[in-house]
């Protein structure tokens, strides 16, 4: 047995009964949830425990990550919308039809991420279109927080029964 041979014997390189995997479905939802439009979360709570210049901080913050996307959106936004449909399809297709296992993990991570990135543009636009500051903003940000949240705990859920059945059906446990 060579080195080759016994460091894929140590790690198994199928993605759902890899531990990095795991780790790294665990990051993406943590780093979601706790970035918040671009801004962290514990600004939020900053801003409703202290008011003040925390309040000013969190304010000019959002604003600067709010037009941030409204300029990435309005500028290259129909290509970008064009190219995670094309880059998802793709995995799609390669993950459940042609069965690479690789491209199912990819995509039961890229897929809801493209759905939290649709909840942040409608958020965006609710924060500019109605003006948001003070209490409403930050109960704007913790509202758009518990949907990430929601849609990760779903996506976690969905992606661990998907990945056990592949486990089962393809013998990586046990076998």
């Known amino acids: 047995m060579n080195l080759e041979q016994a460091v894929f014997e140590l790690i198994d390189m199928r993605s759902f ?9 665990a990051v993406v939802w ?3 949830s706790h970035w918040v439009l671009g801004v962290p979360f ?29 300029y990435i959106f309005r500028v290259a936004g129909l290509w970008l919308v064009a190219f995670v449909c094309f880059v998802l399809t793709g995995l799609a297709y390669l ?8 491209a199912q993990a990819v995509f039961l991570i890229g897929f809801p991420l493209a759905i939290v990135g649709l909840m942040s543009l409608g958020t965006v636009n609710r924060i500019q279109n109605e003006a948001l500051a003070g209490e409403a903003l930050r109960h704007r940000m913790i509202r758009h927080r518990i949907y990430v949240q929601m849609l990760g705990v779903i996506s976690i859920f969905i992606t661990a029964l998907w990945g056990m059945y592949q486990n089962l059906t393809t013998g990586a446990i046990g076998g």
Do not use: H, K, P
Not at 17 to 25: D, P
Not at 45 to 70: H, K
């Open 42 to 70: 514990d600004m939020v709570q900053r801003a409703r425990r202290y008011g003040g210049e925390a309040e000013t901080d969190l304010e000019d913050m959002v604003r600067i990550n709010c037009n941030r996307f409204s």
């Open 95 to 102: 993950g459940f039809i042609f069965g690479v296992e690789f």
């Open 30 to 32: 943590s780093s979601a």
């Open 17 to 25: 009964s890899n531990l990095w995997y795991w780790i790294a479905l």
